[in-house]
């Protein structure tokens, strides 16, 4: 069984930093290209950046040059780093995966950002 599961989020002032995690089991995770969406109130979910298999990464033109995507094959992680944050990034944080067709989502974690 596939699970995802997200930890990092909290609570930051705008111009700090936060960075997420992302656990993964229930697959060769090495083998699989990683996603992080984000969902604000409101919005549809959205996706912010990328990871394949190879380390190529794709970002979100609203969050390049602010947010890093990683990965660590060996700890089956995913992260991502977070930094000039501003209201606007203020949403639910999800890791995002397909696997057998269907994509696969954690339970979110949220990320609040104070101005």
């Known amino acids: 069984q596939v699970q995802l599961v997200e930890s990092g989020g909290g609570l930051v002032q705008a111009g700090g930093s936060l960075s997420l995690s992302c656990a993964a089991s229930?697959?060769?995770?090495?083998?699989?290209?990683m996603n992080w969406y984000r969902q604000a109130p409101g919005k549809q979910r959205e996706l912010v950046a990328s990871?394949?298999?190879?380390?190529?990464?794709n970002y979100a033109s609203s969050v390049k040059g602010r947010f890093t995507i990683s990965r660590d094959n060996a700890k089956n992680t995913v992260y991502l780093q977070m930094n000039s944050l501003g209201p606007d990034d203020t949403a639910v944080y999800y890791c995002?995966?397909?696997?057998?067709?269907?994509?696969?989502w954690g339970q979110g974690t949220q990320v609040t950002v104070s101005s």
């Open positions: 990871i394949t298999r190879s380390r190529n990464t």
């Open positions: 229930g697959i060769v995770f090495s083998n699989f290209q």
């Open positions: 995002n995966t397909i696997f057998a067709g269907r994509d696969r």
